[in-house]
């Protein structure tokens, strides 16, 4: 296997230093266009393989990914690129074919009066299987209990999740009121919930403002999470119904407990309790079980408990070798 090492100087064009590869988040939701499993960004070295050579250990290919350079910017400078852009995307490797076939390959297209042109260099991108060493931080599904007013046995349902956060359970109409209504609008910017339509999310790094906003023909939700040095202090949700001119507005503060770690939050309603949660967490700091509870006549009682289940190596594809 070759090996190219970064050099002490070199240009890119940034306008054209650019690459098409999608990576795969909670944040996004996106999956991969060959192998769906999930990547994580790493700092190690990325291994390039040329002509028919393939790796010595079991591996993934996971996505294809190209790499754009003005027409004068050296191959090897390409390669460094490619290889940064590979170490975000959470790839180990890339299956380059025969770069001698590609050295040259340049786009011409209008711009203005004239052309512009780039060259592109494009491979497969790859994980190796023993690099995927974090199924056990996925969450997989959720099992939830609701109590509905009124009713002394709770509702049971499981919600299931892709690698990504996705929510795979929203076609029941009841899970998708609760979810929607429920969960989704307090979840700051921590989140292991991707984003389903009809949601849009922003944060703003000068201010440390994460936002989540939904807006329909009769409603609109925004929540706010406020955060100092990272550390989530305070949320504002907002909702508003047009039909009645109504605007109701909670406040939601963060409980951490003596060593600094989240273990629940309450919602007021100025200085009202409208609900309180209590997190549990696994030995591995991991989020296990969510309960939230309102308080009436000086009692608790019970909303929903949200208990989590996360993947493991089991729910991976069968690796190439």
């Known amino acids: 296997m070759e090996k190219i090492y970064p050099f002490t100087r070199f240009l890119l064009y940034t306008a054209f230093a650019v690459t098409t590869a999608t990576s795969a988040t909670a944040q996004n939701g996106t ?23 393939k790796p010595k250990e079991p591996y993934y290919r996971v ?23 590979a170490q975000a995307e959470g790839i180990d490797g890339i299956l380059l074919g025969q770069l001698g076939q590609q050295t040259g390959s340049v ?14 260099l494009a491979g497969i991108g790859i994980r190796y299987r023993r690099t ?27 919600m299931k999740y892709d690698f990504y956060g996705n929510n795979l359970s929203m076609g029941d109409r009841f899970v998708h009121t609760f979810f929607e209504g429920q969960v989704f609008p307090y979840e700051d910017g921590t989140s292991c919930y991707a984003t389903f339509a009809g949601w849009s999310c922003r944060y703003n790094a000068e201010e440390q403002v ?7 023909a009769d409603t609109s939700s925004l929540s706010r999470f406020y955060y100092a040095e ?19 507005k ?35 700091g991991l989020r296990d079980k969510v309960r939230r509870v309102k308080v009436v006549n000086g009692v608790p009682v019970p909303l929903f408990e949200i208990k989590n289940i996360y993947c493991s190596d089991n729910d991976l594809p069968a690796p190439e070798h």
Do not use: C
């Open 250 to 284: 909670w406040q939601m503060e963060p409980i951490y407990n003596s060593g600094g770690l989240l273990i629940g939050r309450r919602l007021m309603d100025g200085k009202t309790l409208v609900w309180e949660e209590a997190f549990t967490y696994r030995l591995s």
């Open 132 to 158: 995927v060493d974090y199924m056990d931080t996925i969450l997989k599904e959720q099992s939830v209990s609701v109590w509905i007013e009124g009713n002394a046995d709770p509702k049971e349902f499981t």
């Open 63 to 85: 996505m294809i990914l190209e790499q754009r350079a003005a027409p004068d910017v050296p191959m090897e400078a390409v390669l460094v690129a490619m290889k940064k852009t």
């Open 31 to 53: 999956q991969k266009s060959i192998t769906d499993i999930p990547l994580k960004a790493h700092t190690r070295e990325v291994d390039l393989f040329f002509n028919e050579e």
């Open 210 to 216: 994460f936002s989540r906003k939904n807006t329909t």
């Open 107 to 120: 786009v011409t297209f209008p711009h203005g009066e004239g052309t512009m042109s780039y060259q592109r």
């Open 230 to 248: 990272g550390r989530l202090i305070k949320a504002e949700i907002v909702f508003s119904s047009y039909q009645s001119m109504k605007k109701d």
